[in-house]
Nanobody, 114 residues
Framework: QVQLVESGGGLVQAGGSLRLSCAAS????????MGWYRQAPGKQRELVAA???????NYADSVKGRFTISRDNAKNTVYLQMNSLKPEDTAVYYC????????WGQGTQVTVSS
């Protein structure tokens, strides 16, 4: 089993920055892909960014050039640096781990005011 705990959400003005963290514990060796997803009210959950165990990344078009996903293997932590935030980035952000199973964190709220 793998446990994922997100942190770093909050309220920020448009144009500001936040950094989300996702700390993994348990059978982390089984995780091959980590990702950040978000879900805004009334919308489906969508992929924001993902990173493989080898460090390859991909991003949703809406966040390219503004968000950066990274990982610290020594700390079993994945980060999402979010810059130039927009009101449309407001959502609950979830960390997801893919291995032998799919694991989700509890989510962290990000609110961007205009």
């Amino acid at each position: 089993q793998v446990q994922l705990v997100e942190s770093g959400g909050g309220l920020v003005q448009a144009g500001g920055s936040l950094r989300l963290s996702c700390a993994a514990s348990g059978s982390v060796f089984s995780i091959i892909l980590m990702g950040w997803y978000r879900q805004a009210p009334g919308k489906q959950r969508e992929l924001v960014a993902a990173i493989t165990s080898g460090g390859s990344t991909n991003y949703a078009d809406s966040v390219k050039g503004r968000f950066t996903i990274s990982r610290d293997n020594a700390k079993n932590t994945v980060y999402l640096q979010m810059n130039s935030l927009k009101p449309e980035d407001t959502a609950v952000y979830y960390c997801r781990g893919l291995g032998t199973n799919i694991y989700w964190g509890q989510g962290t709220q990000v609110t961007v005011s205009s």
